[in-house]
């Protein structure tokens, strides 16, 4: 098992910049990739980036390239994603997940472990 808890997010001004972190407990020698989602109301939850543990790798949604970086710590204890130019459509509840096998997906089905989500509000 692998627990997640997402922190940083909060109310930012369009243009600005938000940093989220997640601290991983419990059997984070076994994490294979990490990943942060994110859900608006009323819409499904879609893939924002995800990393994976053994090499680094990065795969970001087209709708943040360029705008957003993902990281992690060799450890896989804490994983980050860093939000610039942020935009009113940023606005949603961000989830870090995490899984035990396979690749970088942008797929939920990938990762068996999720945190509770922090909220991001982008005014305009």
């Known amino acids: 098992q692998v627990q997640l808890v997402e922190s940083g997010g909060g109310l930012v001004q369009a243009g600005g910049s938000l940093r989220l972190s997640c601290a991983l407990s419990g059997r984070t020698f076994s994490t294979a990739a990490m990943a942060w989602f994110r859900q608006a109301p009323g819409k499904e939850r879609e893939f924002v980036a995800a990393i994976l543990a053994r090499d680094f790798s990065r795969l970001y949604a087209d709708s943040v390239k360029g705008r957003c970086a993902i990281y992690k710590d060799s450890a896989r204890t804490i994983l980050s994603l860093q939000l610039n130019r942020l935009k009113p459509e940023d606005t949603a509840i961000y989830y870090c997940?995490?899984?035990?096998?396979?690749?970088?997906?942008?797929?939920?089905?990938?990762?068996?472990?999720w945190g509770q989500g922090t909220q991001v509000t982008v005014s305009s």
């Open positions: 997940a995490a899984s035990t096998s396979g690749g970088l997906s942008a797929s939920t089905q990938n990762y068996a472990f």
